[in-house]
């Protein structure tokens, strides 16, 4: 079983940054794609971004120019820096992970959720 693990959220002021880490554990033998998502107060989950391994990196178009994806494949570990953070950022953001593990199986796993808000 994979397990994630979020840090990094918190409350921050418009303008500021923050930047988001979730590392996964387990028997993981690759990881094809690893992502970002969403959830607003009221709201359902949305993307954010994804980055798959080897293949271009997607974001929503609410964070282009703001937000920066990377991972490191050596660590299982996925960033989010969220710059120009603005009220309408403030969600319960999830980590995604999607791969195989060394008995070839597929998982599929999120993390527990880190809140973020921006606040003045």
């Known amino acids: 079983q994979v397990q994630l693990v979020e840090s990094g959220g918190g409350l921050v002021q418009p303008g500021g940054s923050l930047r988001l880490s979730c590392a996964a554990s387990g028997s993981i033998f690759n990881i094809a794609v690893m992502g970002w998502y969403r959830q607003a107060p009221g709201k359902q989950r949305e993307f954010v971004a994804t980055?798959?391994?080897?293949?271009?990196?997607n974001y929503a178009d609410s964070v282009k120019g703001r937000f920066t994806i990377s991972r490191d494949n050596a660590k299982n570990t996925v960033y989010l820096q969220m710059n120009n953070l603005k009220p309408e950022d403030t969600a319960v953001y999830y980590c995604n992970m999607v791969g195989r593990d060394y008995e070839s199986r597929f998982f599929n796993s999120w993390g527990q959720g880190t809140q973020v808000k921006v606040s003045s």
């Open positions: 980055i798959p391994n080897g293949r271009s990196i």
